[in-house]
């Protein structure tokens, strides 16, 4: 299939479009580099620098005439978001509502949205199911919803067959740790450096950790599977997690071990935006596309870690 992945310079696009690659797609990959980088993308697919949110963008989309899109370029930072919602919105709102566009007029066949578990309600019960409460505490989070409900209008009244899924935390190799998410990169990379290492507010607040090779095999699934009619908006999206919560002192402890740290944790503000507990029931993702998480939390750590060991000084500020 000839398939066109948005991001795909990034952490999780890299991986999507090596496992693409692999699986003999014809791939490109459009991205401005921004965060990514160009010696991720596998050798086996084509890549263009381009932002998503331009005019070249629909002229490469409609020379590529790509069966399907994985929609992956995206302002990533929720504190980014809190601090620039404007600059948030252009890139992860009107950005992607240049690339729905373009599918539309390229005739894409399958359109791959990447949303996030920031989407749901803090008070939604736990661990979250996809037609539970939905209001996100961050403009990051706001601007994933409102793309969800684009792609659901697309869907409906505009013949692009569009699904969402909503990604847990997702780590392993390839994270850059120099922002302020990705907590198991960034601490990865301060503790194998001997830095210190700041841990925000209490450190009890837990999200659902996923490993990278477990997202991109969600993504590969959504290849063949029958979608459901889009009638609401969560017909369409499904939770990529592993519905366990991990706590920031846990991660602190647990990585303290396997890079043998031993200096304590420096005590930082909590962040305002930011969800104290979210994990997500992928019950549907099991019966719909056959999935579950298969990297063990201890394997995805450990893996995770063997890459930035091998890896030192990749990523320099
Ligand atoms: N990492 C996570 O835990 C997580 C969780 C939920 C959802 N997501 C979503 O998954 C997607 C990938 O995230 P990631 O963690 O790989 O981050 P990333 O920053 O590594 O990847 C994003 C990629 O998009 C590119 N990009 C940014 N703006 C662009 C633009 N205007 N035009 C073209 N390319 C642009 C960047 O250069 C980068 O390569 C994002 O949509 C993110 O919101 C990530």
Not at 52 to 65: N, P
Not at 212 to 217: I, P, Q, T
Request: hydrophobic content about 40%; proline content about 6%; charged content about 20%.
């Amino acid at each position: 299939m000839r398939v066109l992945v948005t991001g795909g310079a990034g952490f999780i696009g890299s991986h999507l479009a090596d496992a693409l690659v692999a699986a003999r797609h014809a791939v490109t990959v459009v991205d401005d580099l921004s965060t990514g980088r160009r010696e991720f993308v596998p050798g086996g697919a084509e890549f263009i620098e381009a932002d998503i949110g331009t005019l070249k963008f629909a002229d490469i989309t409609q020379r590529v005439a790509p069966e399907v899109l994985y929609h992956l370029a995206a302002q990533t930072s929720v504190s980014e978001s809190a601090r620039n919602p404007c600059g948030d919105a252009e890139m992860n709102i009107c950005g992607s509502l240049n690339v729905l566009m373009a599918a539309q007029r390229a005739g894409v066949k399958r359109f791959i949205n990447v949303s996030s578990g920031a989407v749901y309600s803090p008070d939604a019960p736990l661990p979250c199911r996809e037609p539970a409460a939905l209001a996100p505490l961050s403009p990051y989070g706001v601007a994933k919803l409102a793309v969800e409900h684009y792609c659901q209008y697309f869907a409906r009244f505009r013949g692009v067959p569009t699904v969402s899924l909503r990604l847990g935390n997702v780590y392993g190799p390839r994270q850059n740790p120099l922002g302020e998410a990705g907590v198991i990169a960034i601490f990865l990379q301060r503790m194998l450096s001997g830095e210190p290492v700041e841990v925000h507010g209490s450190g009890a607040q837990a999200k659902d950790y996923i490993y990278v090779s477990d997202v991109v095999d969600a993504f590969l699934r959504l290849l063949e599977v029958e979608l459901p009619d889009a009638e609401n908006l969560t017909d369409r999206c499904f939770n990529i997690g592993t519905g366990k919560p991990r706590s920031v002192n846990e991660i602190f402890a647990v990585l303290s071990d396997i890079t043998n740290y031993r200096l304590a944790p420096v005590a930082g503000p909590a962040r305002p935006a930011d969800q104290k507990l979210v994990t997500l029931d992928c019950s549907r993702a099991q019966k719909k596309l056959g999935w579950k998480p298969e990297v063990g939390w201890e394997d995805g750590l450990h893996q995770t870690h063997e890459w930035f060991a091998a890896n030192r000084g990749i990523f320099t500020a």
